[in-house]
C-alpha cells in the first residue's frame, strides 16, 4: 500500500487551527486535525465552476479584474485565469503564507501553476482586507475562503458572510459586477441576506464529482440588482 506522507503544518492566522498538508498516491490533501478534510487535488469541479460561472456573468470589458479568496490549491484561480481573457487581472488572497509556499513548490502541478501566470496578483492576508479597502474595482469576486457562510476555520470570517461584509463586497465590484460564493450545504438565510444588501441572487448547485455523485455544493451568483443605489 502506498504510505500518506506530511509534507507540511501551517497555523491559520488568529486560531490555534492548523492545516497539514498531506500527499498519498501523487495526490495532495489539505486538513485540519480533528475537523477533517478542507480541500484535496481529486476532486475540484465546484471550485471550478465558482469561477466560470462568475466569468460568464460578468459584464463584457477588456480588462476584466478579478478577486478570488482563497487560494486553496489553485483551481478556482486556474479556472478565473483561463475564463476572464488574455488581458485580465486576477489578484487572489491566501491568508496562511504556507499555503502560497505549498503550492509555488509542492502541489501547483496539480492545478497547472497558475502562480507563475503573469495576469495573477498574489496578496498574502486576509481578503476582506481586500474588500474594505477597494471600492468600484473588481468585476467579479470570488468567494471560497471557508465551508460556506458557516465558518469552519477562522471566526473572522463570519463578516464576509454578514450584510455589512456583502455591502462591502458589493461596493468593491463595478457597476456589472458579479460577487460569487461557494458553500458546502444550503443556506436560506445567507441568500435573504445577499438580497438584504442589494444583490439579485442566482443558486446553481454543482456536484463536485465527475459522474454526478455524492455531494452537492452551492454557489450563490449575486449581481447589481437594480432596486438599491450602491452605497
Ligand atoms: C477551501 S480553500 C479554497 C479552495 C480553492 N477554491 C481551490 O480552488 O483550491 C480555502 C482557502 O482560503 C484560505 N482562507 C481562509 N480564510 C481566508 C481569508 N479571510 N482571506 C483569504 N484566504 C482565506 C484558506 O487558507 C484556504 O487556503
Known amino acids: 500500500m502506498k504510505p500518506t506522507v506530511l509534507l ?43 469561477a466560470d460561472l462568475a466569468c460568464e456573468r460578468m459584464g463584457a470589458t477588456k480588462q476584466p479584474r478579478v478577486l478570488v ?3 486553496g490549491m489553485g483551481f ?3 479556472a478565473a485565469l ?7 487581472e486576477v489578484v487572489v488572497a ?10 509555488r513548490e509542492l502541489m501547483g502541478a496539480a492545478s497547472g501553476h497558475p502562480l ?30 471557508d465551508n460556506g457562510p458557516e465558518a469552519m476555520i477562522r471566526r473572522e470570517n463570519d463578516w464576509l458572510y454578514t450584510i455589512p461584509g456583502l455591502e462591502a463586497a458589493r ?31 442566482e443558486e446553481q448547485i454543482v456536484r463536485p464529482h465527475r459522474k454526478g455523485k455524492g455531494a452537492r455544493h452551492y454557489i450563490w451568483l449575486g449581481s447589481q440588482s437594480e ?3 450602491r452605497g
Open 8 to 50: 507540511g503544518s501551517a497555523q491559520i492566522p488568529d486560531t490555534k487551527t492548523e492545516l497539514k498538508l498531506y500527499t498519498h498516491d501523487g495526490e495532495f490533501s489539505i486538513k485540519i486535525p480533528g475537523r477533517g478534510e478542507l480541500m484535496n487535488t481529486r476532486v475540484h469541479g465546484s471550485e471550478k465552476a465558482l
Open 69 to 71: 479568496g482563497g487560494l
Open 76 to 78: 478556482t484561480l486556474a
Open 82 to 88: 483561463a475564463a476572464a481573457g488574455p488581458d485580465a
Open 94 to 103: 491566501e491568508l496562511v503564507p504556507e499555503v502560497v509556499t505549498w503550492n
Open 116 to 145: 507563475t501566470d503573469p495576469r495573477a496578483n498574489v496578496y498574502v492576508g486576509d481578503v476582506a482586507d481586500l474588500i474594505r479597502a477597494e471600492s468600484g474595482a473588481f468585476d467579479a469576486i470570488l468567494l471560497d475562503v
Open 171 to 201: 461596493r468593491a465590484l463595478r457597476p456589472q459586477g458579479v460577487l460569487a460564493v461557494w458553500s458546502a450545504g444550503p443556506d436560506q438565510m445567507f441568500k435573504a441576506r445577499m438580497k438584504h444588501a442589494g444583490f439579485k441572487v
Open 227 to 229: 432596486r438599491k443605489p
